[in-house]
C-alpha cells in the first residue's frame, strides 16, 4: 500500500498528487477529497496513467461547511509516474486530497457496499453497511473542521492516511467475514 496526501491552502480549481513510487498493474486507487464549502462541484478525476475512476460514495456534504466525495480506480494499469488530478466546476476553498494504492482487491466488481452521512456534535458516524463478500476492504473517511476527532482504529490492519490540516481523517480495514460493519468517531 502507498498513499499520499495534500492540502493547498488557497482555493483550487484544480489539484494534482503525484504518487511517490510507481504503480503495479492489477491494484486498487482510492481517492478521498474533501473541501471546505458546499458551492465547488467535482467535475472530474484523473490520472496520467488513464484510470478510469468511478464515484464510490458522495459526495457528502454539511451544506455550507464541507463536502468530501471518495472515488476509486479499479484494475489500474502499471506506471512508473502517476499524477491524480481532481477538477472542480470552481475554485474549492482548502481542498484535502488524499491518495491511496491497494493491493490484493478484486479487479472488477471490487465497490460491495458504501455507507455515508453529514453531521455535527461529537461524534461521527457514517452508518451500518452490510458487506456480502467474504473479504473486503473497508475504506473510511471523516471530515472535520477542526479534526478534534480521530478515526478508531478498531483493530484495523492497514495503516491510516495521517490527517493533514484538520481536514479529512482516512482509514482503510481488511475484513475476513460477511456481513454488517460499522466504525464511529469519538
Known amino acids: 500500500m502507498q498513499v499520499a496526501a495534500t492540502t493547498p491552502q488557497s482555493a483550487q480549481s484544480s489539484v494534482a498528487l503525484k504518487f511517490q513510487v510507481a504503480q503495479t498493474a492489477g491494484n486498487l486507487n482510492v481517492i478521498v477529497v ?17 484510470n478510469a475512476y468511478a464515484l464510490a460514495v458522495g459526495p457528502t456534504v454539511q451544506s455550507g461547511v464541507e463536502s468530501a466525495a471518495i472515488y476509486y480506480a ?17 475554485p474549492a476553498p482548502y481542498v484535502d486530497l488524499r491518495l491511496a494504492e491497494y493491493t490484493g482487491v478484486a479487479t472488477s466488481g471490487a465497490l460491495d457496499a458504501v455507507a455515508a452521512a453529514a453531521g455535527n456534535g461529537g461524534s461521527g458516524n457514517s452508518g451500518t453497511l452490510t458487506t456480502s463478500l467474504a473479504q473486503d476492504l473497508l475504506v473510511g473517511n471523516i471530515a472535520t473542521e477542526t479534526l478534534l476527532a480521530t478515526l478508531a482504529e478498531c483493530g484495523a490492519s492497514l495503516p491510516k492516511l495521517a490527517p493533514l490540516d484538520g481536514l479529512i481523517a482516512a482509514n482503510a480495514e481488511l475484513v475476513s467475514r460477511f456481513g454488517s460493519a460499522g ?3 469519538h
Open 74 to 90: 479499479m484494475n489500474i494499469a502499471a506506471a512508473a509516474a502517476n499524477t491524480v488530478t481532481v477538477k472542480f466546476d470552481s
Open 34 to 50: 474533501g473541501w471546505t464549502g458546499s458551492s465547488a462541484h467535482i467535475t472530474g478525476v484523473t490520472d496520467s496513467a488513464g
Open 183 to 185: 466504525r464511529s468517531v
